[in-house]
């Protein structure tokens, strides 16, 4: 490698995107909304974010039996979309819900002999599962209610009661209630079990909190933008005006092109990904994750870039070559989540790159993430290798 050769390229390159106003305008409203968002804080997000009930609602079961198959079955019709069961029995590690659902678990409780029922609803909207709950609260009662000896005045008294359950009383009323219904439906207590109930909002693994995913958007935006947009704009603009066939020409080699403009755009997408993950949230820019991560991901979003450059021959061919890729990886990511296609996901770097910013932002690590690190670290390298080849192959003195 020849110093002066990659000096001039590396000049080259920060000069053309120095003069492009578009770029420019771009990189300072990315700065801009980062120095926003770290004054504004989560609340900026209350006025955005959507409310009310969730969409769907997802009970987990550790063990089939009459109470569990009654549920199943008596799911209204209005209502069999929105609720699914799942059984978790001899299932390790955390649980996790689908984006825009609550979750309730029956979870048995050995020391009772009863169950605990523990709803799970996103973070300061308890009442967004209140539909599910008062589904579950009332085919349980009805199911029991069925299994018990009373006379027929007092089943009439008891069934009005349970049809009037709306879910919209507090943890302890429910709880209280059922201790009450126990009492005067199974005082002996050998055919109701006992409930407990509990109600908790999401809890992320990282620890991440609004303002944490908020600066993993911004990282994120300003490393797709210049490695996956910018990259392959500027070059296939190169080529569109003869300039790539002119720097074919000269004296540089192959190599040496390809390193000064896969050095250039990488400290380009890593200063501007470190500056306004720093200013979204400053105490990353002391943690060493942070600082590894994003440049992990700033290399492989621009060998991704460069891959997507040297096989577009147009501006207009680069731009729509790097929409499809993103919609093509958000797709997969989407519609291979728990089934067969998964697997595949873990070759992407987008499947990885969100999750390692939120443990970094959070300062929440151990041996895991560094491991993932490691091994999105191979990814991007293997991006690299893939675009110095085609490169060599389709874009060399095209």
Same mark, same amino acid.
């Given at each position: 490698?020849?110093?002066?050769?990659?000096?001039?390229?590396?000049?080259?390159?920060l000069r053309r995107v120095a003069a492009h106003r578009g770029s420019v305008g771009m990189v300072l409203l990315i700065v801009v909304t980062a120095v926003l968002m770290s004054f504004a804080g989560a609340r900026?997000?209350?006025?955005?974010?959507?409310?009310?009930?969730?969409?769907?609602?997802?009970?987990?079961?550790?063990?089939?039996?009459?109470?569990?198959?009654?549920?199943?079955?008596?799911?209204?019709?209005?209502?069999?979309?929105?609720?699914?069961?799942?059984?978790?029995? /001899?299932?390790? &590690?955390? *649980?996790?819900?689908?984006?825009?659902?609550?979750?309730?678990?029956?979870?048995?409780?050995?020391?009772?002999?009863?169950?605990?029922?523990?709803?799970?609803?996103?973070?300061?909207?308890?009442?967004?599962?209140?539909?599910?709950?008062?589904?579950?609260?009332?085919?349980?009662?009805?199911?029991?209610?069925?299994?018990?000896?009373?006379?027929?005045?007092?089943?009439?008294? =008891?069934?009005?009661?349970?049809?009037?359950?709306?879910?919209?009383?507090?943890?302890?009323?429910?709880?209280?209630?059922?201790?009450?219904?126990?009492?005067?439906?199974?005082?002996?207590?050998?055919?109701?079990?006992?409930?407990?109930?509990?109600?908790?909002?999401?809890?992320? *693994?990282?620890?991440? &909190?609004?303002?944490?995913?908020?600066?993993? &958007?911004?990282?994120?935006?300003?490393?797709?933008?210049?490695?996956?947009?910018?990259?392959?704009?500027?070059?296939?603009? %190169?080529?569109?005006?003869?300039?790539?066939?002119?720097?074919?020409?000269?004296?540089?080699?192959?190599? %040496?092109?390809?390193?000064?403009?896969?050095?250039?755009?990488?400290?380009?997408?890593?200063?501007?990904?470190?500056?306004?993950?720093?200013?979204?949230?400053?105490?990353?820019?002391?943690?060493?994750?942070?600082?590894?991560? =994003?440049?992990? *991901?700033?290399?492989?979003?621009?060998?991704?870039?460069f891959t997507l450059a040297s096989v577009s021959k147009t501006q207009r061919g680069a731009s729509l070559a790097a929409l499809c890729y993103l919609f093509a990886t958000g797709v997969l990511m989407v519609t291979?989540?728990? /089934?067969?296609?998964?697997?595949?996901?873990?070759?992407?770097?987008?499947?990885?790159?969100?999750?390692?910013?939120?443990?970094?932002?959070?300062?929440?690590?151990?041996?895991?993430?560094?491991?993932?690190?490691?091994?999105?670290?191979?990814?991007?390298?293997?991006? =690299?290798?893939?675009?110095?080849?085609?490169?060599?192959?389709?874009?060399?003195?095209?």
């Amino acid at each position: 490698m020849r110093v002066i050769v990659l000096r001039a390229l590396l000049l080259k390159e920060l000069r053309r995107v120095a003069a492009h106003r578009g770029s420019v305008g771009m990189v300072l409203l990315i700065v801009v909304t980062a120095v926003l968002m770290s004054f504004a804080g989560a609340r900026a997000l209350s006025g955005v974010m959507p409310g009310g009930q969730a969409s769907r609602c997802v009970i987990d079961v550790w063990h089939e039996n009459a109470w569990v198959a009654h549920l199943r079955s008596h799911v209204p019709r209005g209502l069999r979309d929105r609720i699914s069961f799942r059984s978790l029995q /001899n299932r390790p &590690g955390f *649980i996790r819900y689908p984006i825009g659902s609550v979750g309730i678990q029956l979870r048995p409780d050995e020391n009772s002999g009863g169950y605990k029922l523990w709803t799970w609803h996103p973070s300061g909207d308890p009442a967004a599962a209140a539909w599910c709950e008062s589904f579950v609260w009332r085919e349980s009662r009805r199911f029991f209610l069925t299994a018990s000896d009373l006379d027929a005045t007092t089943r009439a008294l =008891v069934e009005r009661e349970v049809d009037g359950i709306d879910g919209t009383d507090d943890a302890w009323a429910l709880r209280e209630s059922h201790a009450r219904f126990r009492e005067r439906v199974d005082p002996t207590g050998t055919r109701v079990p006992r409930f407990d109930v509990e109600r908790s909002p999401f809890r992320t *693994i990282s620890g991440a &909190g609004a303002r944490e995913a908020v600066a993993m &958007g911004l990282v994120l935006l300003s490393l797709f933008f210049v490695g996956i947009f910018l990259l392959p704009s500027m070059t296939s603009e %190169e080529r569109e005006r003869g300039v790539a066939s002119a720097i074919a020409l000269s004296p540089a080699r192959p190599s %040496e092109i390809v390193l000064a403009r896969l050095g250039f755009y990488f400290v380009f997408a890593f200063g501007l990904a470190t500056l306004v993950g720093g200013i979204a949230v400053p105490s990353a820019w002391v943690r060493p994750f942070f600082w590894a991560v =994003v440049a992990v *991901i700033a290399l492989g979003s621009v060998a991704i870039g460069f891959t997507l450059a040297s096989v577009s021959k147009t501006q207009r061919g680069a731009s729509l070559a790097a929409l499809c890729y993103l919609f093509a990886t958000g797709v997969l990511m989407v519609t291979a989540k728990d /089934n067969a296609l998964e697997p595949v996901t873990w070759f992407l770097l987008e499947r990885h790159g969100p999750t390692l910013l939120l443990v970094a932002f959070s300062g929440v690590t151990g041996t895991g993430p560094w491991l993932e690190l490691g091994f999105t670290g191979l990814l991007s390298l293997g991006w =690299v290798a893939l675009a110095s080849f085609v490169y060599r192959r389709f874009g060399w003195r095209a």
